[in-house]
């Protein structure tokens, strides 16, 4: 066992300066206000996810905010219903203009006794311990006094820099790889609206336009709906999420949403060998959300992806090839296209779209000659995006294996921090 130096036994509120939780009532909504009202959904990866998220009123936000007081470097922590995900408030503009509902808790930790980013890799390494608090039989909770009652074990200040310093090594680098497939991202993004909206694609000079009920559009290129193009739709599968190894991935909206699917927290789930070769996810597959909030919200699956199906409030879209699956995958990933789909999706309590709806958004489809020209720019980018994010998943992995020993001692800091410099290196 290594040694940490000395380590106080203490509770949590002995090293916060408050433990609070969200508005325990609603809010009004109002869309682009600019002021964010998150829930439990919205924690998830280390991370504060505002992609879809609840927008609400200047004046309910601070009436929630007298409560919360969010600001950089506060643990964010879900403690009710999915008990035990967690993010670190990060330092932006946007951090003081979100609140919270009851379903997320702010622990603001006094500097003088510890740091946040260590006290948060702690509490994740503790987290099985934490859940355990929760009380509640139909619905689990983490009252806020069993929070404060939580107890931990607190080494000197220059243990838990060197701690959170070894496992921020991971973070920013996974950070890093975000940063650099949002550059690719928008690449990718400019590079089809020069082509395909300015059209000022290669011969574009020599071309003969003709007029649509839309505009104009080169000769020889055709305006098609997505359901044209498509050569297989299907709606998901329905079955119990399990976080246990058995059967394949369970692919769901709250995974697709993200700018990365993180599939090493994506679950499983139990299906026969006939429905599985039904749901079978393969490369240059799209699912789509079809229901909720991010209705619309579409992925397109690259190469590299463990075996998996995908859930029943998904829509699953098909293309005769990789090339179109590429162009089309661009389309349905914009915020165009979710933009369409909002415009013409039913219901107002719980929204949704069917199949129909996702598919009828028209597109230009250009020639098959410049599709096949365009593709060879954009797949290089694909595939350089996926190595990004095999790189991240890789870091993940690695950071979580490290994590609870570090914090428990299991490992001495020393040989970590070693570890991470051979590495870099």
Same mark, same amino acid.
């Given at each position: 066992?290594?040694?940490?130096?000395?380590?106080?036994?203490?509770? &949590?509120?002995? @090293?916060? +300066? =408050? !433990?609070?939780?969200?508005?325990?009532?609603?809010?009004?909504?109002?869309?682009?206000?600019?002021?964010?009202?998150?829930?439990?959904?919205?924690?998830?990866?280390?991370?504060?996810?505002?992609?879809?998220?609840?927008?609400?009123?200047?004046?309910?936000?601070?009436?929630?905010?007298?409560?919360?007081?969010?600001?950089?470097?506060?643990?964010?922590?879900?403690?009710?219903?999915?008990?035990?995900?967690?993010?670190?408030?990060?330092?932006?503009?946007?951090?003081?203009?979100?609140?919270?509902?009851?379903?997320?808790?702010?622990?603001?930790?006094?500097?003088?006794?510890?740091?946040?980013?260590?006290?948060?890799?702690?509490? &994740?390494?503790? @987290?099985? +311990? =934490? !859940?355990?608090?929760?009380?509640?039989?139909?619905?689990?909770?983490?009252?806020?006094?069993?929070?404060?009652?939580?107890?931990?074990?607190?080494?000197?200040?220059?243990?838990?820099?060197?701690?959170?310093?070894?496992?921020s090594a991971y973070d920013d680098l996974i950070e890093n790889n975000t940063r650099r497939i949002a550059i690719l991202e928008e690449m990718a993004r400019r590079l089809y609206e020069e082509w395909f909206v300015h059209f000022r694609f290669p011969g574009h000079e020599d071309a003969t336009f003709i007029e649509i009920e839309d505009g104009k559009i080169p000769k020889d290129w055709r305006l098609k709906s997505i359901g044209e193009m498509t050569s297989h739709v299907r709606y998901g599968y329905t079955a119990r999420a399990q976080s246990k190894a058995e059967?394949?991935?369970?692919?769901?909206?709250?995974?697709?949403?993200?700018?990365?699917?993180?599939?090493?927290?994506?679950?499983?789930?139990?299906?026969?060998?006939?429905?599985?070769d039904k749901y079978m996810l393969e490369e240059g597959d799209i699912v789509v959300a079809r229901t909720g909030a991010t209705t619309g919200y579409a992925k397109r699956l690259n190469k590299k992806f463990p075996r998996s199906v995908f859930a029943s409030y998904l829509v699953r879209m098909r293309f005769p090839n990789q090339i179109l699956s590429r162009y089309f995958g661009m389309i349905m990933e914009s915020e165009n296209y979710k933009q369409f789909i909002h415009q013409h999706m039913s219901g107002a309590a719980q929204p949704n779209a069917n199949a129909q709806v996702l598919t009828s958004m028209r597109a230009i489809v250009p020639t098959d000659e410049l599709l096949e020209e365009f593709d060879k720019k954009i797949k290089p980018i694909t595939d350089a995006k996926e190595v990004l994010q095999l790189k991240s998943a890789n870091a993940r992995s690695q950071r979580d294996l490290l994590l609870p020993k570090l914090i428990s001692g299991e490992i001495d800091v020393s040989k970590a921090e070693e570890r991470i410099g051979g590495e870099a290196a």
């Open positions: 066992m290594a040694d940490h130096g000395a380590k106080v036994r203490m509770k &949590l509120k002995d @090293v916060c +300066r =408050l !433990i609070t939780d969200g508005k325990h009532g609603d809010c009004e909504s109002q869309a682009d206000s600019g002021y964010y009202f998150l829930s439990c959904k919205d924690v998830r990866d280390g991370k504060l996810n505002y992609v879809g998220a609840r927008q609400i009123t200047e004046a309910d936000f601070h009436d929630t905010h007298r409560r919360t007081q969010l600001e950089p470097n506060d643990i964010l922590i879900t403690n009710s219903g999915t008990i035990g995900r967690m993010a670190i408030a990060p330092k932006a503009d946007r951090t003081h203009q979100t609140t919270f509902q009851k379903s997320v808790a702010i622990v603001k930790p006094d500097h003088a006794k510890v740091l946040s980013r260590w006290l948060y890799y702690y509490l &994740l390494a503790e @987290v099985e +311990r =934490l !859940i355990a608090f929760a009380g509640g039989t139909a619905q689990k909770n983490l009252l806020l006094r069993d929070m404060r009652a939580f107890e931990i074990e607190v080494p000197r200040k220059s243990t838990q820099r060197r701690i959170a310093s070894i496992l059967g394949p991935k369970f692919l769901r909206i709250t995974d697709i949403v993200p700018n990365e699917i993180s599939w090493e927290s994506v679950p499983y789930c139990e299906i026969s060998e006939k429905n599985l």
